[in-house]
């Protein structure tokens, strides 16, 4: 079974940076396409980024390029979000989840989330 468990959460200023971190475990995941996700209040859940493990091939939603870089350390099986520039528009619940693909990302149908982490951005 796959396990995602998000960690790297906080409060921060706007302007500031944080890492997120996606632990994976229950498979190998060189097969697989990892992304993260990003719920606000009231709204619904969004696609920030997403990476192919195998062949580290990456996505960006158009308001995070540039902002944002979305990694994985094969060798630990972690995929992380680095966050910089954070601006309140930013807040949310960010979810990291994984799903079976040869080639390419995606941004919909994934089958595995992880139970997600607050991101809190001050201005």
């Known amino acids: 079974q796959v396990q995602l468990v998000e960690s790297g959460g906080g409060l921060v200023q706007a302007g500031g940076s944080l890492r997120l971190s996606c632990a994976a475990s229950?498979?190998?995941?060189?097969?697989?396409?990892m992304g993260w996700f990003r719920q606000a209040p009231g709204k619904e859940r969004e696609f920030v980024a997403a990476?192919?493990?195998?062949?580290?091939?990456?996505d960006y939603a158009d308001s995070v390029k540039g902002h944002f870089t979305i990694s994985r350390d094969n060798a630990k099986n972690t995929m992380y979000l680095q966050m910089n520039s954070l601006e309140p528009e930013d807040t949310g619940v960010y979810y990291c989840a994984a799903d079976r693909r040869f080639v390419g990302t995606g941004r919909t149908g994934y089958d595995y989330w992880g139970q997600g982490t607050q991101v809190t951005v001050s201005s």
């Open positions: 990476i192919n493990w195998r062949t580290s091939s990456t």
């Open positions: 229950g498979r190998t995941f060189s097969n697989y396409a």
